[in-house]
């Protein structure tokens, strides 16, 4: 399994970033996929879930924000933000749950892309 991430950087209040995760190494259709950040001295929380079926999840903080897409073809998952805020600072990781019933699983990691929201 490989999962590498990119787009991340350095976005003003108020901008757009989109994280781009290349997948590999599995069935990527078949799996819930998610991301995921994590700032220093803090537990790495759920951004964004996207099921198999494409029906998405959504932190409270980012919905209407952030929107998660996944395109099988191209065994690609990607998160749009938008409206970005200095909160939304943090390494993003994109993550390959489990299948079906088994979503809520952590199957594995990427090793993340840096998002910096300053003025």
């Known amino acids: 399994v490989r999962l590498l991430e990119s787009g991340g950087g350095l976005a003003q209040p108020g901008g757009s970033l989109r994280l781009s995760c290349a997948a590999s190494?599995?069935?990527?259709?078949?799996?819930?996929m998610g991301w995921f950040r994590q700032i220093p001295g803090k537990e790495r929380e759920m951004v964004a879930t996207i099921i198999a079926a494409g029906s998405t999840a959504y932190a409270d903080s980012v919905q209407g924000r952030f929107a998660i897409f996944r395109d099988d073809a191209e065994n690609t998952l990607s998160l749009q933000m938008n409206i970005l805020k200095a909160e939304d600072s943090a390494m993003y990781y994109c993550a390959l749950r489990g299948k079906g019933a088994k979503c809520h699983l952590l199957i594995e990691w990427g090793q993340g892309t840096q998002v910096t929201v300053s003025s």
């Open positions: 190494g599995f069935t990527f259709s078949a799996y819930c």
